[in-house]
């Protein structure tokens, strides 16, 4: 015998009602949420998935080199510096700079989501700030993860920095740089997020930035004798750079990034991450809403 | 004074873009129970609308939704009001009870009240069974229903439903209507429902607002809108013998078919008395109330 629910009525709801920072939460954990590929198809999770483990292998398998090397002098050899540990994530850091932000701020105009969101409590700076707040937040999971991950294994291993004050040096620089390789390229890809509805026209925008800006600047620098000021230009090189100089390492470059000084590069970054978030709050401000 | 039961009130709203006047000195009051928003299209009920949820400024005069001012309590407002937009389109990959969850959660509710009343919504308004398909699965039909769901299930105070028919056909339409009806009279929701179809507005608001170029045109309830305008609808088994006799009396006689349509003073004694002197038969005599279209009409749409 089956039961049928004819009519369920209607209950008013007395319940709590939190405020606008709670929308701003729920926002930011259902872009992070998305990006992660839940309730989503299976490729977008295999390539979050994979876009980690590409990020993430190279620190595992230092840590397993570093525990079969008992050579202090061997294992400074083989394994890389904190700063140098980007070179080993930068694909890790373009696949996400390409798929992350597109994947939230295009679909939400393009299925008309921004629409309802901004009927909720979310104004059109608090939704900007959530979407921003979970695209650096994936960031970061390639930018601060993988270095930090490194760091605690080697501690653990007795081959980490010496002394509690060295170890939290450390610490804070991985967090510093985690965050200095992130806020610059994730206010980018919001920037180009920003201008079109099309996911695979902006990441096809944000690749193209990264590496024409790069292209531009160091063509420049080595055939036109251009001044090092420059180099700042090199949005996919800046990053990175700002992660060597926070290690406190010497920059591989002799002109352009290299030749700056450590405030510069990261006045540069600053300023690049203040002008990028800037202009996407920009068009989000004078952005037509389809209601 | 203001009316206390007013959900809306607005008083000399002009809202320009640039050198264009969307709204021009627009005074509105939207009452307790169902309100049709009635205007053709770049009437300037979207950008109305707009200033409703607090989403854009005024340039001029002055606006109270739900007691409060939405150029500077916008979040407050829209926490308690339910919106349904006009455009069809929804992620195709979320599921309908995720969607729901997700609008409900924005407007403040827990997580596990948001995912209770979203499936309650979803029932309401008969998706029960199908809230985990995905919304590109879903028919336009459904997606209507799914969008009402998402404007209730967080119980707000009140509603904004922006063309809810649309894209709906004649019986989706009635069952829609049906709903919103419901929701109006039994949720305690007061609704504002933005519509180009006098039909339906005719057929469940209590009250309903006509805009056109940014001013209220016609204003006030369903049923005093259509009142009588002392013109009366007379059939006789004679109508020539009746209208030569009214039209000599001086009263105003037009006639469709069989059926005359008097207007005038006194118009019922007149027919009375001609019909008396002239032994005519009397099919029938009753107020001559205009349709929601005549006020339209009228209103110089």
């Known amino acids: 015998m089956t039961a049928r629910i004819h009519d369920r009525g209607h209950r008013s709801y007395d319940g709590a009602r939190l405020g606008a920072r709670h929308s701003v939460w729920v926002l930011f954990q259902q872009g992070v949420w998305r990006v992660a590929g839940r309730r989503r198809p299976i490729w977008s999770k295999l390539l979050f998935a994979l876009t980690l483990a590409l990020a993430y292998l190279p620190a595992i398998v230092f840590v397993g080199l570093a525990a079969l090397l008992n050579d202090d002098d061997l294992r400074d050899l083989v394994l890389p510096t904190y700063g140098e540990y980007y070179g080993f994530v930068t694909a890790a850091i373009v696949l996400f700079a390409a798929i992350v932000a597109p994947e939230l701020l295009c679909t939400d105009r393009k299925s008309g989501m921004l629409g309802l969101y901004l009927a909720s409590p979310l104004s059109r700076d608090s939704y900007m700030f959530a979407r921003a707040m979970a695209v650096a937040a994936v960031m970061a999971l390639v930018t601060l993860g993988p270095p930090l991950l490194l760091l605690i294994a080697l501690t653990l291993q007795g081959a980490g920095p010496d002394g509690l004050g060295d170890t939290l040096l450390v610490f804070v620089r991985v967090v510093g740089a985690g965050i200095g390789v992130a806020a610059p390229v994730a206010a980018l890809t919001l920037a180009v997020s920003a201008t079109t509805d099309r996911r695979a026209a902006a990441s096809a925008g944000i690749i193209l930035g990264l590496l024409v800006s790069s292209a531009v600047a160091n063509i420049l620098l080595e055939s036109a004798d251009a001044p090092d000021i420059v180099g700042l230009f090199d949005l996919f090189g800046l990053p990175f750079e700002v992660a060597i100089r926070i290690h406190g390492e010497t920059s591989d470059l002799d002109v352009g990034l290299g030749a700056l000084s450590t405030a510069a590069v990261i006045g540069g970054a600053i300023a690049w991450t203040v002008i990028f978030g800037l202009f996407a709050r920009w068009r989000y401000q004078r952005l037509e809403v389809r209601r | ?301």
């Open chain 2, 1 to 301: 004074m203001t009316d206390e039961a007013a959900v809306v009130e607005a008083e000399g709203v002009v809202k320009r873009y640039g050198t264009t006047t969307v709204l021009d000195r627009l005074s509105i009051s939207v009452g307790r129970g169902i309100t049709g928003l009635l205007g053709a299209n770049g009437a300037g009920k979207t950008t109305l609308l707009g200033l409703v949820l607090g989403l854009h400024g005024r340039d001029e005069g002055s606006m109270r939704v739900l007691g409060l001012d939405p150029a500077g309590a916008g979040p407050e407002i829209r926490a308690r009001i339910g919106y349904s937009p006009e455009h069809h389109e929804l992620p195709p990959d979320a599921q309908a009870a995720e969607l729901v969850r997700h609008v409900a959660e924005l407007h403040g509710l827990p997580r596990r009240a948001a995912t209770e009343r979203a499936n309650d919504a979803l029932w309401q308004v008969g998706l029960g069974e199908e809230r985990f398909r995905p919304l590109g699965t879903m028919s336009t039909g459904q997606r209507q229903r799914v969008k009402l769901a998402q404007a209730i299930a967080h119980d707000p105070r009140f509603l904004l439903l922006d063309e809810p028919t649309d894209g709906l056909d004649p019986v989706q339409r009635d069952e829609m209507l049906r709903l919103i009806r419901r929701v109006g009279t039994e949720f305690g929701m007061d609704v504002l429902l933005s519509s180009h179809r006098l039909g339906e507005v005719e057929q469940i608001c209590d009250a309903v607002t006509i805009i056109s170029d940014g001013k209220v045109v016609q204003s006030g309830r369903v049923d005093h809108l259509r009142e009588t305008d002392a013109a009366l609808l007379v059939e006789v088994d004679d109508p020539d013998a009746l209208q030569a006799a009214l039209a000599a009396r001086g009263l105003v006689v037009e006639r469709a078919r069989d059926t005359l349509r008097v207007e005038g003073g006194d118009v019922a004694v007149h027919v009375r008395d001609v019909v008396a002197e002239h032994g005519l038969a009397l099919r029938r005599m009753a107020e001559a109330r205009r349709s929601l279209e005549d006020v339209f009409m009228e209103a110089g749409q």
